[in-house]
């Protein structure tokens, strides 16, 4: 199994909602990451986990809350978002940083 | 500061022809490098790496890459290109004291004339 599964695909939320963003993969990999990705642009690095613990917060707002329960799984919990947070939400796995990621295949969100 | 260039916005080729995408970095260690491929609305799929050693990387899908440190560069290239070959690519460059963290170049559209 070489992939890294995200749900959902799509998401619409109003401004008051509270989701989650989920990504789970079976490689082994110790390190997991959340990108953000606007439309035309490259994606933004949000968080780092190394061995389950958090290693990297590019200053993302408290509205962003990343875990990361186990080796496989990353969640993603949305809170109180805004319209400019509308974006492709994107998870990677790595055997170790510094590795090759391997990225899902995105969650679209919009915030209304 | 580190910094990833990517020059060309937008690149059209004709099916058939060779590629040439243009990569330029700027970073104070030892970079690791990728190129990934982002077709609309999915994730990235790497098309090869650089860590060390070979400076001509070959990847999936005929690609292959140079590294020139002299140059600060890492310009990707395919001999003949396919229609399925459109996409967005971008150049990711690494360090080892960066903890994991990649930094994109702004991405080249590629579109393939038949």
């Known amino acids: 199994d070489t992939e890294v599964t995200q749900t959902p695909k799509h998401l619409v939320m109003g401004m008051t909602n509270k989701k989650s963003l989920k990504c789970e993969q079976h490689?082994?990999?110790?390190?997991m990451y959340w990108y953000k990705q606007k439309a035309k642009k490259p994606p933004e690095l949000m968080f780092v986990?190394?061995?389950?613990?958090?290693?990297i917060n590019e200053s993302v707002p408290s509205r962003f809350s990343p875990e990361c329960p186990n080796s496989s799984l990353l969640n993603l919990h949305l809170h109180a978002l805004q319209p400019e947070d509308s974006a492709l939400y994107l998870c990677a796995s790595s055997q170790q940083v510094y590795e090759k990621l391997f990225f899902g295949s995105g969650t679209q969100l919009s915030v209304l | 500061a580190q910094s990833v260039t990517q020059p060309d916005i937008h690149i059209t080729v004709s099916e058939g022809a060779s590629l040439e995408l243009r990569c330029n970095y700027s970073?104070?260690?030892?970079?690791?490098l990728f190129w990934y491929v982002q077709s609309p609305g999915q994730g990235l799929q790497l098309l090869l790496k650089?860590?060390?050693?070979?400076?001509l990387v070959q990847g999936i899908k005929g690609f292959e890459a140079e590294f020139k440190r002299s140059q600060s560069s890492f310009n990707l290239r395919k001999p003949s290109v396919h229609w399925s070959d459109a996409a967005e690519y971008f150049c990711a460059v690494g360090s080892y004291n960066q903890g994991g963290k990649l930094i994109f170049g702004q991405g080249t559209e590629l579109s393939v004339k038949p």
């Open positions: 986990y190394s061995y389950e613990k958090l290693s």
């Open positions: 970073y104070g260690a030892t970079p690791y």
């Open positions: 650089y860590f060390s050693g070979d400076t």
């Open positions: 490689m082994g990999h110790r390190a």
